[in-house]
């Protein structure tokens, strides 16, 4: 089993430019996460999706769109890149319940 | 909102010492409490998932306590060894599906 992957691992944008982060998980996990994680902040949850075809916001969503294209697949979309959005994109995925997050090996993204 | 907070930021150690990391949390209601490793570069590694209704876990060198009553957790790691170097995060789940991460404690073990 691969777990949870993430495409690309490094990214580079001009401000305005619009790009699609992928996460794939293979563990037939019902709900996704998308997080950003910025130097002396921590981790926060961006959006999720509790089971396919459905998605909510989380802590910080302006700027962001997902799309839950099926149970394994959680993509997220820039339209229009801003230089406060240059971060670490971690996707992670859970069963159900109370059970244990697992998390991608991350996406580092820079907008100029 | 729920705050979380790890403290210290940064713990350096001996080999062989036994050391505890903290995590507070500012709103007893949890649904659950996550304790994870990250290496340099690397994605999060689940450590070990403490439930409401529980006090601790364990899992090899680790053991992972929970008072909801006075907002904190412990991970406690035994016989630290250099391998045991990274940063340490918890992360408090408020609901299903909402998730707060500390900014993590950043371990050391010198050989």
């Known amino acids: 089993n691969a777990g949870v992957t993430q495409t690309p691992k490094f990214q580079v944008l001009k401000t305005g430019q619009s790009m699609t982060l992928q996460c794939a998980q293979d563990?037939?996990?019902?709900?996704m996460y998308w997080y950003r994680q910025d130097p002396g902040m921590g981790l926060r949850l961006i959006y999720y999706?509790?089971?396919?075809?459905?998605?909510d916001k989380g802590e910080v969503p302006n700027g962001y769109n997902v799309s839950r294209l099926n149970k394994r697949e959680f993509s997220l979309r820039l339209e229009s890149a801003a230089p406060s959005q240059t971060s670490v994109y971690f996707c992670?995925?859970?069963?159900?319940?109370?059970?244990?997050?697992?998390f991608g090996p991350g996406t580092r993204l820079t907008v100029l | 909102k729920q705050e979380v907070t790890q403290i210290p930021a940064a713990l350096s150690v001996p080999e062989g010492e036994n050391l505890v990391l903290n995590c507070s949390f500012t709103?007893?209601?949890?649904?659950?409490l996550q304790w994870f490793r990250q290496d340099p570069g690397k994605g999060l590694t689940s450590l070990l998932l403490?439930?409401?209704?529980?006090r601790e876990q364990t899992s090899g060198r680790l053991n992972a306590s929970l008072d909801k009553s006075s907002g904190r957790s412990t991970l406690y790691i035994a016989a630290s060894q250099p391998g045991d170097s990274a940063t340490y995060l918890c992360?408090?789940?408020?609901?299903?599906?909402?998730?707060?991460f500390g900014t993590g404690t950043s371990l050391t073990v010198i050989p």
């Open positions: 992670a995925s859970r069963l159900s319940g109370a059970n244990e997050q697992f």
């Open positions: 563990m037939n996990h019902n709900s």
């Open positions: 999706s509790a089971s396919e075809g459905t998605t």
């Open positions: 709103d007893s209601a949890i649904y659950n």
């Open positions: 403490i439930q409401s209704s529980q």
């Open positions: 992360a408090v789940g408020l609901t299903g599906n909402q998730f707060y």
